[in-house]
């Protein structure tokens, strides 16, 4: 048996020809440190670099905090950002799908890490990636303070990549949403921006089904290929609800509104006994919604399961305060919709009245 360590040492493997590229994976890391910077906020300087990252609750002003952890990823929705190379606006889905769970909770987003794996690193399309991490973070008043780039030749296709997100908030103890949710609480609904991160699995099919590139005029937005209008990044939430929180509004329960629509995600905020009767009329959908419906002949309560519908986010408030909160939200930019009400609880949680405008 012939000794390994005879070999010519011209001859040995190193990592790069393996394919994976760790001066390209430092280079990104230089490039966008000054985007991280960009995020700092009282309690992190938002630097890079090191085995882990820092945040001081008391300098961000908490007293006795409760924190709160979500994680998420944007799903098949990268697929269009890869195949029209559009990469400036993912990182600002992944960003919003973390901290729109964490402020449903009465949680202030405190900081924010990623998690980017590639078949092959693009430093460029990395960079663009981060940016928009950042543009998120800076949405949300988070900062970004650490991340993974993870480059998996065999794994992954060479321009593929996946994108994971995990936010850490924190609310006064006593200050955690739902509470107190009542029968005849109001329910406001604030708009989305379209389709936001869910139900991408099928928008793509229907676009398959279409015949259409993405280059190609979107059939709903005259003025955007079709690529740039399905890429519309998820609405961030966060300083409009904190800032309506901050004003005293008694805001009982949030629920954003992702996988699973309506039906799965508003009963999640809503004791055993209750459940919601939504006024579908109430909602003015984005052209997106009715081309998806008719294009892939999608019926009403599988749309209303998959999709948004143009509301995004769901505030549960007191009948009698539902006007104040509606006035606060509005001073920050928020247009909210009288959506329904709560019920009493039966076979069905979420009952609708009317149909969808679409």
């Known amino acids: 048996?012939?000794?390994?360590?005879?070999?010519?040492t011209g001859s040995g493997l190193t990592y790069a020809q393996a394919g994976v590229d760790i001066d390209a994976g430092n280079a990104m890391v230089d490039a966008i440190k000054p985007l991280v910077r960009a995020t700092r906020r009282p309690g992190a300087d938002a630097e890079i670099g090191g085995f882990g990252g820092l945040f001081d609750l008391k300098a961000a002003g908490f007293r006795d905090p409760i924190l709160v952890a979500a994680n998420d990823g944007v799903g098949t929705k990268v697929k269009i950002a890869i195949e029209t190379g559009r990469h400036d606006t993912i990182g600002i889905d992944l960003v919003a799908m973390c901290v729109n769970d964490l402020v449903v909770q009465g949680a202030e987003p405190l900081f924010f890490l990623d998690y980017y794996a590639t078949g092959r690193l693009d430093p460029k399309a990395g960079v663009e990636i981060v940016r928009g991490i950042t543009e998120g973070c800076r949405r949300a008043g988070c900062a970004l303070i650490g991340g993974e780039t993870a480059e998996m030749p065999g794994l992954y296709a060479e321009a593929d990549y996946d994108l994971a997100g995990f936010a850490v908030g924190a609310a006064e103890r006593g200050a955690l949403l739902p509470r107190g949710v009542q029968e005849g609480?109001?329910?406001?609904?604030?708009?989305?921006?379209?389709v936001h991160s869910n139900g991408f699995s099928l928008v793509r099919r229907i676009v398959e089904r279409a015949?259409?590139?993405?280059?190609?005029?979107?059939?709903?937005?005259?003025?955007?290929?079709?690529?740039?209008?399905?890429?519309?990044?998820?609405?961030?939430?966060?300083?409009?609800?904190?800032?309506?929180?901050?004003?005293?509004?008694?805001?009982r329960a949030m629920a954003h509104v992702t996988g699973g629509g309506f039906p799965d995600n508003i009963p999640r905020v809503l004791p055993d006994v209750l459940g919601v009767e939504l006024d579908l009329q109430a909602i003015s959908p984005p052209p997106v919604f009715g081309w998806l419906a008719r294009e892939g002949g999608i019926a009403e309560a599988e749309m209303l399961r998959t999709f948004n519908c143009g509301i995004g986010m769901v505030v549960?408030?007191?009948?009698?305060?539902?006007?104040?909160?509606?006035?606060a939200l509005r001073e920050q930019g928020e247009n909210?919709?009288?959506?329904?009400?709560?019920?009493?609880?039966?076979?069905?949680?979420?009952?609708?009245?009317?149909?969808?405008?679409?």
């Open 336 to 358: 909210p919709v009288r959506l329904g009400r709560v019920i009493a609880g039966a076979a069905e949680r979420v009952r609708y009245a009317g149909r969808l405008a679409i």
């Open 185 to 194: 609480d109001v329910l406001l609904g604030l708009p989305s921006s379209g």
């Open 211 to 251: 015949g259409l590139a993405w280059s190609d005029p979107a059939p709903f937005d005259g003025g955007r290929t079709l690529g740039e209008a399905l890429l519309e990044p998820t609405r961030i939430y966060v300083k409009p609800l904190l800032a309506a929180l901050k004003s005293g509004a008694q805001i």
């Open 1 to 8: 048996m012939s000794d390994p360590r005879s070999r010519p």
């Open 316 to 327: 549960v408030a007191p009948a009698g305060e539902a006007d104040a909160i509606a006035g």
